[in-house]
């Protein structure tokens, strides 16, 4: 069994960047005294949503490289999670306003969109890992069939 803290860090650093790019867009709002529901800041969030997005596409490739897809669900899964409730709500006070100011509705909106764009983003990068037979179960019967065709060469 690994040590949980090798396991947990890297999902807490994945959780910490995409925190940051709501909260840095949500700062860049408040700091050009945009319309929270106006076209540039939308365009803003859009910016940090497709950084979160690529974001979880590489840490679906990562996870799918160095270990089995029993661990990249709960890891990814719960880090996307988290992130998505911290980061909705400070990336709403960051932009200045409170997360329920234009209520329940819209704050559920924003987060099921961010755990929609986490999620599949960290899908699509464990299914692109799988396409090109790169991933982690892949690797290992690559080096089973190496290994029982040497073995079976020398008999």
Not at 76 to 99: D, K, M, Q
Request: proline residues 4%; aromatic residues 10%; positive net charge.
């Amino acid at each position: 069994m690994t040590n949980p803290r090798t396991r947990w860090i890297p999902a807490a650093v994945f959780a910490i960047g995409m925190v940051l790019a709501k909260v840095v867009s949500g700062i860049v709002v408040n700091a050009k005294n945009l319309d929270p529901l106006g076209d540039e800041a939308f365009t803003i969030e859009l910016i940090a949503l497709a950084f979160v997005l690529a974001l979880s596409i590489a840490a679906g490739v990562w996870w799918g490289r160095v270990g089995p897809l029993s661990r990249l669900i709960p890891e990814t899964g719960l880090a996307v999670v988290v992130a998505g409730v911290v980061a909705v709500l400070c990336g709403a006070w960051a932009a200045g306003g409170s997360p329920f100011e234009d209520g329940l509705g819209f704050f559920l909106q924003r987060l099921l969109f961010f755990w929609a764009v986490g999620l599949v983003g960290v899908a699509l990068g464990y299914v692109g890992l799988v396409l090109f037979g790169a991933d982690h179960r892949s690797r290992q019967l690559k080096s089973a069939e190496r290994y029982y065709s040497a073995r079976a060469k020398r008999h």
